[in-house]
């Protein structure tokens, strides 16, 4: 089995910065994807960024410029660097993996709030 687990999220004042971390645990035998995708109330889950075992990245739109994803493939981690965060920012962020044989799994989210 394997486990997803993050860290960083938290209350933040618009403008400020944000790193979230997700590190992957268990039997691992390779990754191929990791992205952060996240969740505002009454909204659907959205993807943020994403990041491939080659390195290739994809962000939406609204993040573009602000916001990086990076990955440390020894460690099974993947970051979100936030910087200049909106209000419109404010959401449950969640770190998904796609986990070769065992497929796709989610972390337990963390919570990041932007304050006007």
């Known amino acids: 089995q394997v486990q997803l687990v993050e860290s960083g999220g938290g209350l933040v004042q618009a403008g400020g910065s944000l790193r979230l971390s997700c590190a992957a645990s268990g039997t691992i035998f390779s990754i191929s994807a990791m992205g952060w995708y996240r969740q505002a109330p009454g909204n659907q889950r959205e993807l943020v960024a994403s990041?491939?075992?080659?390195?290739?990245?994809n962000y939406v739109d609204s993040v573009k410029g602000r916001f990086t994803i990076s990955r440390d493939s020894a460690k099974n981690t993947v970051y979100l660097q936030m910087n200049s965060l909106k209000p419109e920012d404010t959401a449950v962020y969640y770190c998904?993996?796609?986990?070769?044989?065992?497929?796709?799994?989610w972390g337990q989210g963390t919570q990041v709030t932007v304050s006007s």
């Open positions: 998904n993996a796609v986990f070769t044989f065992w497929g796709a799994y």
């Open positions: 990041i491939t075992s080659s390195g290739s990245t």
